[in-house]
């Protein structure tokens, strides 16, 4: 009988062998296996995922995260981390772009140079961590802070023209052959060369292992973390590099968060944050992982808010998947496909909760001869009351004409946003709206639509370098103008004003402060003693006017430009807000027209977002169906007093 059974058992490797072998593999790579799994899901849910279009799209997307992920691999494999990746990679794109178009350096001795800055900074995090002994994580905070802060000195907060010929790392080689997947590729394999096959990677692995035996069999582990760090800013600065020429300009805030995504990419591909183990293919999986989730979850129209929440399950799901491998439990087909399910589960239910609120789509209507047409409409965030209500004037209008919205929240982030435009194009949507989040970074992903024939329309800000139907916007110039007389009017010509500005970089802020600054020059009684930028953020705005009012206290008005820093300025200011120390802000929001309606916010520029909204949605309508449209569509601005704040309360 044993005889007989012995003799039994390899019919089942030739009747099912293969299957064993695959499920082994896949058991054995935990976030391949995910890979797999999500894009069989992704697939399956939406038609647009497999179309070639969006393929190239996924490895765009993917390509600079993947390349800031390799450089993380090296730290990672040493037990340290490297939180300044992000930060680096924005210096470096600033110092290409500044040294090769404002100081007239050859652009391939500025490419270099842009290297070399992140070379440099990872040298600093890395003698910082090896003789200053400071723990890796604060090291390369510091490092995070001092890359961020250098970008925005060398750039004056603004954005800077990218050299023509960097640009071409950011187009596509023929049709179908994108150049940031050549150079995630070259990166990718030039990573595992050095783990696999140098002195240096076998040391990365040792000092991860066991540092104190790594030291005591002879490798020099000082001189190697020097190496390693310095090995990942130089990844981050082609990272930044490539980044800069997808936007076609170099971003002083680009990459912000994008050392998470990178952490979480080395994490999710099998590496281990107690150091000795990583590979440069379990990174790139990892990293696609995160491309493939973002842009499904975009073709399904879920909230950027929801893939939030989805992203940081599916890497809980990848993790706690690996873990259970590297503990030595065997995974067995049941398991892996139960594994598979659970991540099958999530991309359903969020689907399900996307297709029953109906929060991101304005389901087709009937009436106005909308029809099934399609739009795209990417906001730059949806942090702010203002472009909440210019989405819900949006939403309004679409549900009355018929039209089926598509509403993507760039979250104040260019790169995100051109992917959001770039998914829309691969969609086939018959127009595209477009918030941009900066002029100039819009430009390639609209030349994209542009070639694809979409029409595009912009809403509050235009795009520069690209062609557009219409404008549609209120002038943030006007605007500023406009509040710089409220301000003089209040204060009687005369007195110290501080001034809180917008996030350093972004058209609004500059455009807005700009057109302030001009109208202030009528009234010279009037003297700027302070600028400070507060994000657009409400907390910031307490924060900067709480501080502002220490070394000025002798003020008597405050400029915000928005509403909802100008409330946070309120309530740094307490009773004095709109009585000693006048306010005036930028937007008319519904808290801002209730702020004036007490008497604690003394003026804002009210630009009508819903209007700004339906009026964006209509003119992309009118452009899907062939129509022609005038340049410009202006949105009224008025401004918004105690006197008539009830006419905005109740639009």
């Not at 030595?328 to 589960?345: E, M, Y």
């Not at 605007?479 to 500005?501: H, R, S, T, Y």
């Not at 058209?507 to 700009?514: F, K, V």
């Amino acid at each position: 009988m044993s005889t007989e059974t012995l003799r039994k058992r390899p019919q089942g490797p030739r009747s099912g062998g293969a299957a064993r072998v695959a499920g082994r593999l896949l058991g054995e790579n935990g976030a391949l296996a995910g890979l797999i799994i999500l894009v069989v899901a992704l697939a399956i849910a939406s038609g647009d995922f497999l179309t070639v279009t969006n393929l190239l799209n996924v490895g765009v997307q993917a390509a600079v995260t993947a390349i800031l992920a390799f450089g993380v691999t090296f730290v990672i494999v040493t037990a340290g981390i490297d939180l300044s990746v992000g930060a680096v990679a924005a210096l470096s794109a600033v110092v290409l772009a500044w040294t090769a178009t404002q100081h007239g350096l050859p652009w391939p001795v500025a490419l270099i140079a842009a290297v070399l800055v992140g070379v440099v900074a990872g040298l600093v995090n890395g003698a910082l961590i090896t003789y200053g002994k400071l723990p890796p994580f604060i090291a390369t905070l510091a490092m995070l802070g001092v890359a961020r802060g250098l970008a925005l000195v060398i750039s004056d907060g603004s954005p800077i023209a990218f050299p023509g010929a960097v640009t071409h790392l950011g187009d596509t080689i023929g049709k179908y052959l994108p150049v940031p997947v050549i150079v995630m590729i070259v990166m990718g394999l030039l990573t595992a060369l050095i783990l696999a096959r140098t002195y240096s990677g076998r040391a990365m692995y040792a000092i991860g292992g066991n540092e104190e035996a790594a030291r005591l069999s002879g490798i020099r582990v000082n001189r190697q973390k020097l190496v390693t760090y310095a090995l990942s800013g130089a990844f981050a600065a082609v990272a930044g590099i490539v980044l800069a020429s997808r936007l076609a300009s170099a971003q002083p805030q680009a990459a912000n968060g994008y050392e998470l995504d990178a952490i979480a990419a080395v994490v999710i591909g099998g590496a281990s944050l107690s150091g000795g183990k990583g590979k440069a293919f379990g990174t790139l999986v990892g990293a696609l992982i995160l491309a493939v989730l973002r842009n499904g979850l975009n073709l399904l129209s879920v909230s950027a808010f929801w893939q939030q929440v989805v992203i940081g399950v599916v890497i809980a799901l990848a993790v706690l998947l690996d873990t259970v491998r590297r503990r030595g439990l065997k995974v067995r087909p049941a398991t892996f496909w139960a594994g598979g399910a659970a991540v099958v589960a999530v991309i359903v239910a969020l689907a399900a909760v996307v297709a029953t609120t109906g929060d991101d789509d304005s389901k087709s209507g009937g009436a106005a001869g909308g029809g099934s047409v399609k739009i795209g409409l990417s906001v730059s965030t949806l942090n702010n009351p203002f472009f909440v209500q210019f989405r819900q004037g949006a939403q309004d209008e679409a549900k009355k004409v018929g039209v089926k919205l598509t509403v993507g929240d760039a979250q104040n982030d260019a790169s995100q946003q051109v992917n959001q435009v770039q998914n829309y194009t691969g969609q086939g949507m018959k127009a595209i709206i477009v918030n941009p989040v900066d002029s100039d970074a819009a430009a390639p992903a609209v030349k994209a639509a542009n070639r694809a024939g979409i029409p595009v329309v912009a809403a509050d800000r235009t795009v520069n370098g690209a062609k557009i139907e219409q404008l549609v916007a209120s002038d943030n110039i006007a605007g500023g103008k406009d509040a710089a007389a409220q301000m003089a009017k209040e204060l009687g010509g005369k007195g110290k004003i501080v001034v809180i500005q917008g996030q350093a970089g972004t058209s609004a802020s500059r455009e807005r402060g700009q057109g302030f600054t001009e109208g202030l020059k009528q009234y010279p009684g009037i003297q700027v003693v302070a600028k400070q930028p507060a994000d657009f953020d409400r907390t910031k705005g307490l924060d900067v006017m709480t501080n502002l009012l220490q070394s000025h206290p002798d003020i008597n008005g405050v400029f915000a430009e928005n509403d909802e820093m100008a409330l946070g300025a309120i309530k740094a200011l307490g009773g004095k807000a709109g009585k000693q120390i006048k306010v005036v802000a930028f937007d008319g929001t519904p808290d801002g027209i209730k702020a004036v309606q007490d008497g604690t916010l003394n003026a804002t520029v009210a630009q009508q977002p819903r209007l700004l909204g339906k009026m964006a949605v209509d003119s992309a309508l009118k452009a899907a169906k062939g129509g022609r449209l005038v340049a410009n569509a202006p949105v009224p601005v008025k401004i918004a007093t105690p006197e008539n704040a009830t006419q905005f309360a109740t639009q």
